[in-house]
């Protein structure tokens, strides 16, 4: 039986309840699992501090206000939370950099690293964006409804996830 | 349903996800890059696990009419372009938009930067959609799925779709046992040292 102490659950036990989010979300929210349109919505909101223009561009105008974009802003703040928690029953929170970036990109700077994380994060949310979905509103939600633009998106993000990650040092 | 409520609603299902996100490892940067490079795949377990209860639950809800689905557009040119270059970051990141925040709920450092990378990438890309829009971003086809295509029932197709993910899992957990996937520190690392020259890594272990 898994415990809220243990180190490491089941990937199986995980996944499952992860994919049991997908009730609350279609019956209460009237939407799939997701999480990178949260995004947009931190970042229009940001954005309309310094520009009231922002609103003019329609796809900000749709991610700016309403109770599903909050609903997704909450539900990713909730993620570390959540993490945190387990975290702490489990003895297992984390410091600084972890030691597989060392071994991958074969050097232990942390200016480097902050570089890299921030690059990344920006290609990863254009893509997410392009592409309209990420690993959970393409693949765990898109998959699941047997979308043919996820499955494809998904491959894609394999592909290019692998391509990329070959570059760097196995670890 | 009013933005407090949602927002209530989304901050208890995001611990949930937290949890089993934490739980499950799959936001150690050590197991998502790992999988990207072939050599991990607690990731496509956990992936695909969450994919198939996804796949039961639709089948269920939707075969019984109690939920309609909410499939996106199939763009063939912005879902390849996007996919690769989300996978792309996905690998350098370590993580993805969700268990990004995971690894700041842990403590990880890094994890701020993606995630003001992510920010900025977001409001970039709004700022660039309507000028994508008309090149990369607009759909010929609608919204194409297996169903739709095919004119078989839903729920027969995600219960057959989840069978055969059910037959890979099961494969996949004979050939890679996940106890020892997540290698001695739960990190996706084996513990094996680097190779000499290489800068030794510092190895955070839990108080007793």
Redesign the interface.
Known sequence: M?RFT????????????????????????????G??SS??T???N??ELVDPG?RA????AK?L????N??????????????????SL???????????????L???S?AL??????????????????????????????????????I???????????????V?R?? | ???P??????????????????????????II???????NF?ML???????????V??AV?HGLG??K????????S??????????????????????????????????W???????????????A??V?KPV??TSTTG?????S?TGAP?WI??LA?AALLIAG?VALERWRP?QRE?GP?????SGAE?EPG??Q????K??A
Do not use: N
């Open positions: 898994p243990d180190r490491a659950w089941s990937p199986y036990v995980s996944g499952v309840l992860i994919g049991l989010l997908q009730v609350p979300a279609f019956l209460l929210i009237g939407t799939a699992l999480t990178s995004y947009v931190v970042g229009a940001l954005a922002v561009i329609d796809y900000a991610h206000d309403g109770a599903k909050w609903w997704q802003v909450a539900l990713v703040a909730g993620i570390a939370l959540g993490a945190l928690l387990s975290a489990s003895g297992m929170r984390r410091r600084g950099i972890a030691p597989v970036w060392r071994r991958a074969g050097t232990s942390p690293r902050f570089a890299v994380a921030f690059i990344a994060g920006f290609v990863m949310l254009a893509g997410a964006r392009i592409a309209d979905g990420c690993t959970s509103g393409h693949g765990i939600s898109g998959i699941a409804q047997l979308a043919i633009g996820s494809i998106a998904v491959t894609a993000m394999f592909a290019g996830g692998i391509a990329t990650a070959m760097l196995r670890a | 349903m009013s933005v409520v949602a927002m209530l609603i989304g901050l208890l299902m995001g611990a949930v996800f937290g949890f089993a996100l934490e739980k499950s490892r799959v936001f150690e940067p050590g890059l790992g999988q990207m490079q072939l050599r607690q377990k956990i992936f695909l696990t969450a994919v198939t209860t996804g796949l639950l639709l809800l109690i939920t689905l909410h499939p996106k557009a199939t763009i063939y912005a879902d390849i372009v996007g996919g690769l270059l989300l996978g792309a970051g996905i690998a350098l990141a370590g993580a993805c938009p969700g268990t990004v925040m995971a690894q700041i709920g842990v403590g990880y450092r890094d994890a930067f993606t995630l003001l990378g992510g920010i900025a990438g977001a409001v970039t890309f709004t700022y959609e309507p994508l990369l971003l919204k194409l799925t297996l169903d295509v839903f197709l995600a779709f899992l996940w997540i520190d739960a990190d996706g690392l680097p290489a800068p890594p510092r190895r955070w839990p108080a």
